[in-house]
């Protein structure tokens, strides 16, 4: 038996889950596809951006975020064995939180849970489908899904089909989409510790020389922390068992006192990749399998949540309009396209600058830092940047200077160390 919808969702994961309670406002029918059983054991800590978290109050959601978020009011910037640090705080911005911090396993299972739960969304054209698809196939008004589920075979026709299937996107590949592997030499640690001395709300991201290490606060009294390393470096034994956490405080240094009780330390590798092009007919990729972006900067996600802003907008309106869901393909690639290049940028800028080895670079970089903390305007584009704001044409100013100007000009997609194309 064919199931027809008008829009597919291919992954029910972060991004998917919530494209999905996005699409529940508007007259679509629409399908979840994903194996199930991923997500919910993950326990590393996700930074979600002011955009973001104003995305999940409009959908009404927040109250389930909230329960495991902690608020970010002030997010320090440094870089280990330099005089540069900037400091952004909420108040500068004009906003309560610069962002929230979460567990990326329990807000995945709670979207989920909110799918699963929801009476309304079962009886307005909502389906749930666990399968792992395996072919995607465009024919005349439709797309072809062929999926493999626990009780056999299952296949769906949709009138558009959405890649929210991961940096390995099954979608990206049938449709034929190229894909652009970055070279990433590092693997990221994860885990949580106790501090010392209070986190009051603030958000470490320091620059080391074994790799960007970012401390979020989590509960009152916990820190979730995110270690970028190059490969061989996390293979040396400072890198095992009870050497770490010191290795972990020697880069941190003292801002927070002592780091205490250093658990769940899980080692997460990375893959650093974009499509060029996100979108083929009848066919639209969002998340990572648009983009995979290294976690320095904290951006992959929040830029998946704008993809998912800006495809149920334009889903929502052309379903009032009783148009084809498939007539929002080529808007939806102009919609992106921006905002997409200046998150890979961004992170490339920070990685370019401090992942570099060559002597002059890091001094360049601590200036860069130091120059950014007295760039008022500056500061603040590059704060409505990483807050989730996004690329908007005409708003970028401030963002560029900083980026631009205060990290030495390193405003292209670099080719160079660390993130050079393969
Ligand atoms: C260490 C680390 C720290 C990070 N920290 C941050 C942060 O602080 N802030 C931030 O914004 N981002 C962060 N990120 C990035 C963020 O985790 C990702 O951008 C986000 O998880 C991407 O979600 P996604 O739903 O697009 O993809 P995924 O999470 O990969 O989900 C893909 C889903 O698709 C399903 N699927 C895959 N193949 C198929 C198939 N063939 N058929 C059906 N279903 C399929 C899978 O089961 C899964 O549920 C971090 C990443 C790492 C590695």
């Known amino acids: 038996m064919i199931r027809r919808c008008d829009v597919a969702v291919v992954g029910g994961g972060l991004v998917g889950a919530t494209l ?7 007259p679509l029918s629409v399908a979840v596809i994903d194996p199930g059983g991923g997500g919910g054991a993950d326990a590393r800590s996700l930074a979600l951006s002011f955009g973001s978290a104003r995305l999940y109050r409009t959908l009404g959601l927040w109250d389930e975020v909230e329960r495991d978020a902690a608020a970010i009011t002030e997010v320090h910037v440094s870089r280990r064995g330099g005089f540069g640090f900037t400091r952004i705080r909420a108040g500068e911005c004009g906003v309560d939180a610069l962002g929230y911090v979460t567990s990326a396993g329990s807000l995945e299972r709670r979207l989920n849970e909110a799918l699963d739960s929801d009476a309304e969304l079962r009886t307005s054209g909502f389906e749930r489908i666990r399968a792992v698809v395996e072919s995607v196939e465009v024919r005349s008004g439709e797309t072809l899904v062929a999926a493999a589920g626990p009780d056999g075979p299952v296949t769906v026709a949709a009138r558009l089909v959405v890649g929210a ?26 885990g949580d510790l106790s501090p010392e001395r209070p986190h009051r709300g603030r958000a470490f991201e320091r620059f080391t020389e074994c790799g960007p290490l970012a401390v979020l606060p989590r509960g009152e009294e916990r820190c979730g922390f995110v270690w970028a390393v190059p490969e061989p470096v996390a293979d040396e034994p400072d890198f095992e068992g009870p050497r770490f956490p010191k290795r972990l405080a020697e880069m941190f240094g003292g801002r927070l006192g002592e780091l205490r009780d250093v658990e769940r330390r899980v080692r997460h590798p990375l893959r650093v990749s974009h499509a060029p092009r996100i979108t083929a007919p009848r066919t639209v990729l969002v998340g990572n399998a648009a983009n995979a972006l290294h976690p320095v900067g904290a951006q992959g996600f929040n830029l998946g949540l704008r993809d998912v802003e800006a495809l149920a907008r334009l889903l929502g309106d052309a379903s009032v309009d009783g148009a084809d869901p498939a007539s929002v393909v080529a808007r939806y690639a102009m919609a992106r396209r921006a905002d997409h290049a200046m998150a890979r940028v961004l992170t490339a800028s920070l990685l370019g600058i401090y992942g570099s080895r060559a002597p002059l670079v890091p001094a360049l970089g601590a200036a860069g830092l130091f120059a950014l903390d007295r760039l008022g305007p500056a500061k603040r584009g590059f704060a409505n940047l990483t807050m989730g704001a996004g690329w908007r044409r005409g708003e970028g100013a401030g963002a560029r200077a900083a ?9 292209s997609e670099r080719e160079g160390e660390g993130l050079g194309a393969r």
Not at 179 to 184: A, D, E, S
């Open 403 to 411: 980026l631009g100007g205060a990290l030495r000009g390193a405003w």
């Open 165 to 190: 299937d991961g940096a390995d996107s099954a979608v990206r590949r049938a449709a034929g989409l190229p894909i652009r592997v970055h070279r990433c030499d590092h693997v990221a640690f994860a």
């Open 20 to 26: 999905a309670q996005a699409l529940r406002r508007w």
